[in-house]
């Protein structure tokens, strides 16, 4: 069984489009995390959920849009995509928001803007 | 100054030697950190945290941590061909009012030679 997934692996979208990305964890845990980790291969992060609550906020495009409907999922909404927003993004998950907890991450969503 | 520095390589070693990677960082109040394995096209695989001053081994891998400096290492003994990969390193520190984020450095690329 996969621990964190993501769906989909691929996205290929034109500019201008509006895209979602979907996150799933089985691990049990509170905290999830998305990261987004460009053509040089930087992960930074972009958002934190702990139990459904929005904890960490980085400075992002409000074109960006997380949700969490429960604590095993979190979904990444990207409205009039741009070029830029190309890149590979990656859900994480972690027991706790805690310094000392481990995160996991999922196996990642290329998305391509063309 | 960047948060988490390390050296993007490529450090090449051959196969049965020790690889040693390394990683400064410059938040002094940071209390844990972490290295991650990306091979080529995955997701990071967390393969050592480390909390406390010292050294700490786990197969074939030992993390080293020293505060006082900011530096962090990973050590690899009998280094294999499957060992080539990019290994990140992460340092843990409170973002927002409540919540962790992992910093991540660039990474180093490592190369192991049969």
């Known amino acids: 069984d996969t621990a964190v997934s993501q769906t989909p692996k691929y996205l290929v979208t034109q500019m201008g489009n509006d895209k979602s990305i979907k996150c799933e964890q089985n691990l049990g845990h509170d905290t999830m995390y998305w990261y987004k980790q460009d053509s040089k291969k930087f992960l930074k992060i972009m958002f934190s959920?702990?139990?459904?609550?929005?904890?960490i906020n980085e400075t992002v495009p409000n074109r960006f849009s997380p949700k969490s409907p429960d604590k095993a999922h979190l979904n990444l909404h990207i409205n009039s995509l741009e070029l830029g927003d190309s890149a590979v993004y990656f859900c994480?998950?972690?027991?706790?928001?805690?310094?000392?907890?481990?995160?996991?991450f999922g196996p990642g969503t290329r998305l391509t803007v063309t | 100054q960047k948060e988490v520095e390390q050296n993007s390589g490529p450090l090449s070693v051959p196969e049965g030697a020790i690889a040693s990677l390394n990683c400064t960082y410059s938040?002094?109040?940071?209390?844990?950190f972490f290295w991650y394995r990306q091979y080529s096209g995955k997701s990071p695989e967390l393969i050592m945290s480390i909390y406390s001053n010292g050294d700490k081994e786990d197969g074939r891998f030992t993390a080293q941590l020293n505060k006082a400096s900011q530096y962090v290492s990973l050590l690899i003994r009998d280094s294999q061909p499957s060992d080539s990969a990019t290994y990140l390193c992460?340092?843990?520190?409170?973002?927002?009012?409540?919540?962790?984020?992992?910093?991540f450095g660039a990474g180093t690329i490592l190369r192991v030679k049969s």
């Open positions: 959920y702990n139990n459904k609550e929005l904890i």
């Open positions: 992460a340092v843990n520190k409170m973002g927002g009012e409540y919540g962790n984020k992992l910093v």
């Open positions: 994480a998950s972690s027991q706790d928001p805690g310094t000392e907890y481990e995160q996991y």
């Open positions: 938040d002094r109040v940071s209390q844990s």
